[in-house]
């Protein structure tokens, strides 16, 4: 059983630009949350999603924006990239109590 | 503030050695959660204790709560070298499906 897998794993971008990465949950699991992890801090919520709504959010600005599919996997799309950007982006997925990280995908914003 | 904010920033100890790693935080919390991150990579979960709870064991782990107090901590007994991560304590707030509110990590350094 796979648990849950993100791509890409590394990422480098310009200022500007667009980012879109994907999240694919534990099996079984429904709900989809997205947390981003500057260096030398702990992870921080972007938002949540389940059954395809964005149900919870953090205070992030709307250049962070998601999606999730009939089939639980979800995106996170980041416009307008910053360079304050740079962090691992963490997806975590859960079907109870429990969060099952992804190994996270780092962006890197030149 | 919601965030939890874990005591000492940084933790080096030998093998064999017990290391404890204290969370503190603000507001009232319905569980708090532990997690163990490689090297930047994904986090782990380690264990979860409620609020009604005062202590839990699972392993080598001791994770103890008082809420009066507002603080939580976790002990590491007989380390290895493989438990050099950084450690995380997590609030959880409300039940069912909810975000977690992270503190700022131990970084625990276990050297043969």
């Known amino acids: 059983d796979a648990g849950v897998t993100q791509s890409p794993t590394h990422l480098i971008k310009t200022r500007g630009q667009q980012v879109t990465l994907r999240c694919s949950p534990k099996s079984g699991h429904d709900t989809v949350s997205w947390y981003q992890q500057a260096l030398g801090q702990g992870p921080q919520f972007i938002f949540q999603y389940y059954e395809e709504e964005e149900r919870q959010r953090g205070n992030f600005p709307d250049r962070f924006s998601g999606h999730q599919f009939p089939n639980y996997s979800s995106e996170l799309n980041v416009n307008a990239l910053l360079l304050g950007d740079s962090a691992l982006y963490l997806c975590?997925?859960?079907?109870?109590?429990?969060?099952?990280f992804g190994p996270g995908t780092r962006l890197l914003v030149l | 503030s919601q965030q939890g904010e874990e005591d000492p920033q940084a933790l080096s100890i030998q093998e064999g050695e017990n290391a404890t790693m204290n969370c503190s935080y603000k507001t009232s919390i319905n569980n708090l959660q532990w997690y163990r991150q490689n090297s930047g990579r994904g986090l782990v979960h380690l264990i979860l204790i409620r609020s009604n709870e005062r202590e839990k064991h699972s392993g080598r782990l001791r994770v103890t709560l008082d809420t009066s107090k507002k603080s939580s901590s976790l002990l590491i007994t007989a380390s290895r070298a493989a438990d050099t991560a950084s450690y995380f304590c997590?609030?959880?707030?409300?039940?069912?499906?909810?975000?977690?509110?992270f503190g700022t990590g131990t970084r625990l350094l276990v050297s043969p």
């Open positions: 975590a997925s859960s079907g109870g109590q429990y969060q099952y």
């Open positions: 997590a609030i959880g707030r409300d039940t069912g499906f909810q975000k977690l509110v």
